[in-house]
């Protein structure tokens, strides 16, 4: 599905897209730091978050009684996808300038 669906779709859902999420002003070099941060550990960030999108999409499909309860699951997992998503599009980033990955991957969260 192409961006511009998805983002049609979450629209229309009364939800937020990547796109509505105000950037803070960062310098090109502040960019290129967090990109590198988030690209070290991106691969197991991303194992985890679709871990918890596989629990939620089962648990919401098993034990959502009501509409409302499907509502809430559905947004949970909409939250988690689109925090996966501004993940993997930092990473992407990271990963187009071929650049070598000289972050230390014991203390990524202190950079970030």
């Given amino acids: ?8 779709i979450r629209h229309s859902l009364a939800s937020i897209d990547l796109s509505d999420v ?4 960062e ?3 502040e960019r290129k730091e967090y990109c590198a941060a988030i690209s070290a550990i991106f691969p197991r960030l991303e194992k985890t978050l679709k871990r918890f ?3 939620q ?14 509502i809430f699951a559905r947004g949970t997992f909409n939250g988690l996808d689109i925090i ?14 071929g650049v070598q990955n000289n972050f230390d991957k ?6 970030l």
């Fill in 57 to 70: 999409l089962m648990y919401a499909s098993n034990e959502a009684e009501t509409w409302e309860r499907v």
């Fill in 27 to 29: 310098s090109e070099t």
């Fill in 106 to 111: 014991n203390s990524p969260l202190s950079e």
């Fill in 84 to 97: 996966l998503e501004h993940l993997k599009q930092a990473h992407n980033e990271h990963m187009e300038r």
């Fill in 53 to 55: 999108l596989y629990a």
């Fill in 22 to 25: 105000e950037h803070k002003e």
């Fill in 1 to 8: 599905m192409d961006q511009e669906s998805i983002k049609l």
